[in-house]
């Protein structure tokens, strides 16, 4: 961390004025691919208002879940709602020189989450970024490729998720580039691991030996799940040409354009306020145009889409909770008016999973 911490700040100046060049020259813009310009919408068309699958969210999650479940059925009507615009072959997100672009209180791919005063922190609210963009998290954030630990798995003591379990997936992902072991390495997924085309060969070397005098050596692939307390040279989320690995441009767009899985559609720019239920079943979502993307758009109505199947939220860490409880679904009832007192919802169900700490609720 601190060795990317380094390189970061080193690159600082030359990604601020590479970012301004690319702004003032209007390259920012997507190419969007023919097939996938069909497929991708900014305003709810009408052969959408009613399909089988709904994913609210557009992060690095929902674009693995949307492809996952459009490979297995291509024939079910799958729909990704993300409030934050398409990425596709954005150059500041494609290029990882530009990665600290996203830093910026004017980013338009990334949402800032003011926390409350915390006691512990000498009473400062922290400002916690998260992905406000196709792809979420993995469209803006460091690249860096780290595992969790054998023991992290095995100490959930959950079937299906120990480290063996696990293996298999870890390894399916991936197409790995960097030292180590084909037992725990994948190299046919879809997002390839290197170490990308620019590494700092002699602050890694200081680095690396200053941290060998302090009891913690080198080793090769510290990703191998079985290894800790030392350190690597890293590996990115970067393919070997140097494209950064989110899971839009490795999961999503490669299915919005090849051909083969028609019944599956984007809609960005486009938030979802809550999920809709008949009784306890999830039927549909509401959602409106994102006023902060669509600023062209005033007094905007709200919508509605069904689903025939199932509703799936997939909105982060912060926002998932949030449209939760405008559904009607969170700790309590008493805690959910206790939050939005002015709402005019049902309480569908009480769930101590959802968790209540999170900022005052915006429609």
């Given at each position: 961390m601190?060795?990317?911490?380094?390189?970061?700040?080193?690159?600082l100046l030359s990604c601020l004025n590479l970012t301004l060049i690319l702004s003032l020259t209007g390259v920012v813009s997507a190419t969007i691919h023919p097939q996938e310009e069909m497929r991708v919408f900014t305003q709810l068309p009408a052969t959408l208002q009613e399909v089988d699958v709904i994913?609210?969210?557009g992060g690095t999650a929902a674009c693995v879940i949307a492809s996952r479940i459009s490979?297995?059925?291509p024939q079910l009507s799958i729909l990704v709602v993300e409030q934050g615009g398409n990425n596709l072959d954005d150059p500041t997100i494609v290029h990882p020189l530009l990665f600290l672009s996203y830093l910026a209180p004017t980013s338009n791919?990334?949402?800032?989450?003011?926390a409350t005063a915390e006691e512990q922190l000498g009473g400062r609210e922290l400002v916690v970024p998260s992905g406000g963009v196709l792809g979420g998290g993995s469209s803006i954030n460091l690249m860096m490729y780290s595992r969790a630990q054998r023991t992290d798995f095995d100490n959930w003591a959950t079937n299906g998720w120990s480290a063996d379990d696990m293996i298999p997936y870890l390894k399916k992902l991936e197409t790995y580039s960097g030292p180590g072991s084909e037992t725990t390495h994948g190299f046919n997924g879809p997002e390839q691991i290197s170490g990308g085309t620019y590494r700092a060969n002699r602050s890694t070397d200081q680095f690396i030996e200053a941290a060998a005098k302090v009891g913690y050596?080198?080793?090769?692939?510290l990703q191998g799940l079985d290894f800790n307390n030392g350190v690597q040279r890293a590996q990115r989320f970067i393919s070997p040409e140097g494209k950064r690995q989110d899971a839009a441009h490795t999961y999503l767009h490669p299915r919005l354009q090849d051909g083969k899985h028609p019944n599956l559609n984007v809609l960005?720019?486009?938030q979802v306020l809550r999920v809709?239920?008949?009784g306890k079943k999830a039927c549909g979502i509401e959602i409106r145009p994102n006023p902060a993307k669509q600023t062209n758009i005033t007094g905007a109505s709200k919508?509605?889409?069904?689903?025939?199947?199932m509703v799936i939220v997939s909105a982060g860490a912060l926002g998932t909770p949030l449209i939760l409880e405008r559904s009607g679904v969170g700790p309590t009832p008493e805690t959910l008016f206790e939050s939005q007192p002015t709402a005019t919802f049902q309480s569908v169900l009480a769930s101590p999973s959802v968790p209540h700490n999170d900022p005052p609720h915006k429609d």
């Open positions: 601190v060795r990317s911490v380094i390189l970061g700040l080193r690159y994913i609210a969210g490979d297995a059925d791919a990334t949402l800032f989450h003011q050596p080198e080793i090769a692939d960005v720019e486009t809709i239920f008949d919508q509605t889409i069904k689903a025939k199947k």
